[in-house]
């Protein structure tokens, strides 16, 4: 079965500096991969996603993650954050094939400081 | 706006009562999810359908059952609630199975007293 861990429930970074989120999957068969975005009571938006092709993946507003198949690793990055960045931020993993949930990790929440 | 239509947004029941939750899903998808997320448990995957038919389950109290409809809309029951039930429901949906991506709706925040 597959399963996703990440890794600091908790990241804080000051405005302007570079964000950091890690996920690590686990996955007996090549994974799909997924970066979803919840803002306060709000639902869970797309941020990126990793099927296939190139490993460099980009998102929307200014993430970008790579997948590491030899570190079984997807991080989300982007170069300068913003104040509206400050949200939780969770990776996801599903098989690619026939019919697949979504598994998600437990979240980490971004803070983000002037 | 993710196209996905969650009914009612809060909800607010005694212990021992039933509550459905109504899901719309995006125009064409075929395929929808339930999740819980709660502060404890995290997001968990409750059940999946597909066209009308259940295709997996996860982690799906007896008491719960769901169903999707001819027209789409699919429908969480949940039964006998307890305190621990109190959470945040997702319904998410695809446009089929082999879809990699799922749009998730606003959820309905399940709050047992």
């Known amino acids: 079965a597959q399963s996703v861990t990440q890794l600091g429930s908790h990241v804080s970074v000051s405005e302007g500096a570079l964000v950091l989120l890690r996920c690590n999957y686990s996955s007996s068969v090549p994974p799909y991969l997924f970066w979803y975005v919840q803002y306060p009571n709000q639902g869970l938006q797309l941020l990126l996603k990793?099927?296939?092709?190139?490993?460099l993946v980009k998102g929307i507003n200014g993430f970008e993650a790579e997948f590491k198949k030899s570190e079984t690793s997807f991080h989300l990055t982007k170069p300068s954050a913003h104040m509206s960045d400050a949200a939780e931020y969770f990776c996801a993993v599903r098989l690619n094939t026939g019919f697949q949930k979504l598994v998600f990790g437990t979240g980490t929440r971004l803070l983000v400081s002037p | 706006d993710s196209g996905v239509t969650q009914t009612p947004k809060h909800l607010i029941t005694a212990t021992g009562q039933r509550v459905t939750l109504r899901c719309s899903p995006r125009s064409g998808d075929l395929s929808v999810y339930w999740y819980q997320q709660s502060l404890d448990q995290g997001l968990q995957f409750l059940i999946q359908y597909y066209n009308g038919e259940e295709r997996a389950k996860g982690n799906i109290l007896e008491r719960f059952s769901a169903q999707q409809f001819p027209d789409l809309h699919s429908e969480l029951n949940l039964s006998s609630l307890e305190l621990g039930d109190s959470a945040l429901y997702f319904c998410a949906s695809s446009v089929d199975t082999r879809n990699t991506e799922a749009f998730f709706g606003q959820g309905t925040r399940l709050t047992v007293v």
């Open positions: 990793y099927t296939t092709g190139a490993t």
